[in-house]
């Protein structure tokens, strides 16, 4: 089993910057992939950005540019930095890992919310 808790979350103007932390524990070397997800109201989840356990990154096209993802694998976090936030940006955001079995983890999500 894997524990995912977030951090970073809050309230922050239109053009501003956020990062998100999550701390992953519990059986951490089974992880590949970490990941951050975001739901905004009405909406479905939907991909952030994702790194493997070799660095490797994958950003949606709404976020190229804008959020940067990283990860330390000896200390088993992954972090989302967010800069030029947009309203369109807000959402609760999850943070998620995938393991080497294909078991897949969610944290309790961060909310984020950008004021224009």
């Known amino acids: 089993q894997v524990q995912l808790v977030e951090s970073g979350g809050g309230l922050v103007q239109t053009g501003g910057s956020l990062r998100l932390s999550c701390a992953a524990s519990g059986s951490t070397f089974s992880i590949n992939v970490m990941g951050w997800y975001r739901q905004a109201p009405g909406k479905q989840r939907e991909l952030v950005a994702t790194i493997n356990r070799g660095g490797s990154t994958k950003y949606a096209d709404s976020v190229t540019g804008r959020f940067t993802i990283s990860r330390d694998n000896a200390k088993d976090t992954v972090s989302l930095q967010m800069n030029s936030l947009k309203p369109e940006d807000t959402a609760v955001y999850y943070c998620?890992?995938?393991?080497?079995?294909?078991?897949?983890?969610w944290g309790q999500g961060t909310q984020v919310i950008v004021s224009s």
């Open positions: 998620n890992a995938n393991s080497y079995y294909s078991i897949e983890y």
